[in-house]
């Protein structure tokens, strides 16, 4: 039982071979009442005829040059290269093909979208042959798995053996190296409300447009450093609980440095809300 596109379900009765084994000819028989699509292979059919031949066509797609998506720093790239990045097929499809101009967009049935690269020629004089039409296929956003070789790196036997192993054999980040890249993230961040409070200076006392650039443009670099080291984007007054939450709270230099943060984010908020108000300066230094 198969189904016919646009027509519905087909029972076939038999198939007729050539000496070779071929597959000639087929005998079926309509069984448009069965309705029941979930279990039957759908077919694209076309009707040839000699009013109407199908159109060559030749449907390419361009796969990964890397079956990697990452390369490790020190790993070498060429074995990684793939080696059959553009596959093309042959396909047969209808006349109306023949229409189609170069840029034209289609979608196949069963085949998804399609570019026109180069229009249908026929039959040359010169070399007595036609030049089929050639599709390039659009990617519809859905990721596909990469080639085994490639992304699926760790195999079944090697995560079977990372689950069943003992848990005095895992390797896990020591209290220090959590505690120390902790620690530098708040110096980071700090460094950013510090440089924050330089470009806001300069542009208050209408300072020159390379010096604020100047500014901003370290402002800029400092928050991808920040973003790039802790994951998460740079917000004024944030106190980096999720950072800070990452570690033991048994650990007294981090008890410390949270404590340190707190303080100095709050009399920023103090600073702040003095140049809002345009506090006279001698408060504003006392505070």
């Not at 279990?39 to 066509?57: C, D, N, Q, R, S």
Request: aromatic share 6%; hydrophobic share 35%; glycine share 4%.
């Amino acid at each position: 039982m198969v189904t016919f596109i646009n027509w519905g379900n087909i029972s076939i009765t038999k198939m007729h071979r050539n000496a070779a084994g071929k597959i000639i000819s087929l005998d079926a028989k309509l069984n448009l009442e069965n309705e029941d699509y979930e279990k039957t292979t759908e077919i694209t059919w076309l009707a040839e005829t000699a009013h109407a031949l199908p159109v060559p066509a030749v449907c390419v797609t361009y796969e990964h040059l890397i079956t990697k998506p990452v390369l490790g720093k020190d790993e070498d790239f060429k074995p990684r290269v793939s080696r059959s990045s553009k596959p093309e097929e042959l396909m047969l499809g209808d006349p109306c093909l023949k229409d189609l101009k170069k840029a034209d967009i289609i979608q196949l049935q069963r085949r998804r979208f399609f570019i026109c690269d180069q229009p249908y020629e026929p039959v040359s004089p010169y070399s007595c042959k036609e030049a089929p039409r050639i599709l390039i296929y659009i990617p519809d956003g859905h990721t596909k798995e990469m080639p085994t070789s490639g992304s699926k790196e760790k195999t079944k036997t090697e995560t079977t053996k990372n689950e069943t192993a003992p848990l005095k054999e895992r390797s896990a980040p020591s209290l220090n190296d959590t505690c120390a890249a902790a620690e530098e993230s708040l110096v980071l961040y700090s460094r950013v409300a510090a440089q924050g409070d330089v470009v806001r200076e300069l542009k208050a006392k209408k300072a020159a447009k390379e010096e604020i650039d100047a500014a901003v443009k370290q402002l800029l670099a400092l928050k991808a450093e920040y973003k790039e080291k802790t994951g998460q984007e740079y917000k004024p007054g944030n106190s980096l609980v999720s950072v800070v939450q990452t570690i033991p709270l048994r650990s007294p230099s981090v008890l410390e440095s949270k404590s340190l943060y707190d303080e100095i984010a709050a009399q920023g908020e103090v600073v702040c809300k003095l140049k809002a108000e345009k506090a006279p300066k001698v408060l504003f230094l006392s505070s």
